[in-house]
């Protein structure tokens, strides 16, 4: 039984008889020890090397975490960003009031054909054409999601009196309204001038 527990017990720890052949070998052996004792101090210099390395890095995001504390330090004294946020919600609420609003791009279509032909019998302008097309916004710069422009295009008899004040009315408009095109056609009998006019629509959201 004690013979069967001393194998088992030294079959258990090879490794700790190793060690001991190796510190004897070691201090029997002047130039063994000089090569262990040059292995250890290179294995703790690189690993002294890489701690450096690791501390210089960490000191450089440190430092760059400062910096950027810094720059947002004003930010953060400032009082006057609320307030431009305010005065740059506002602008946009009154930018989009100003778009031809309707239920249905249908009706913005009829809304804009009714207003264009009451602004021209205003202005004893006999309308002879009047028809409105329309095409989606596809300029990088608009900033409201389902924009669509509207083109009318409309043809008058020519009466430069009554002209300018189909104009005037158009300038006027609470609405944004552009004349993109007008021609004069001063050979035809009478005399017409046909104008082309662009909107921008957008539906009107839905109150819940």
Known sequence: MSGSTFDAGGAAHPLLMQWQR?????AANPRLRLGLYLIAGT???????LAQD????????ADEATAELERFKPLQAATQWPQR?????????????????????GLAEAALQDTLRSWAEKA??????LNVSAAPVTDASAT??????????LVVDLNRVGLMSLLAEIGRSPKVMVVDNLRLRLV??????????RVLYRAEERKP
């Open 22 to 26: 190796l510190r004897a070998e070691a």
């Open 43 to 49: 294995l703790w210099l690189w690993l002294l090397l």
């Open 54 to 61: 690791q501390a210089v890095a960490w000191r450089a995001e």
């Open 85 to 105: 946020a305010e005065d740059a919600r506002k602008h946009l609420e009154a930018a989009r009031a100003m778009l031809w609003a309707a239920p249905s791009q």
């Open 124 to 129: 004893a302008l006999p309308m002879r054409e």
């Open 144 to 153: 409201t999601p389902g924009l669509v422009n509207l083109r009318a295009r």
């Open 188 to 197: 035809t009998q009478p005399a017409r001038a046909e104008l082309e006019v």
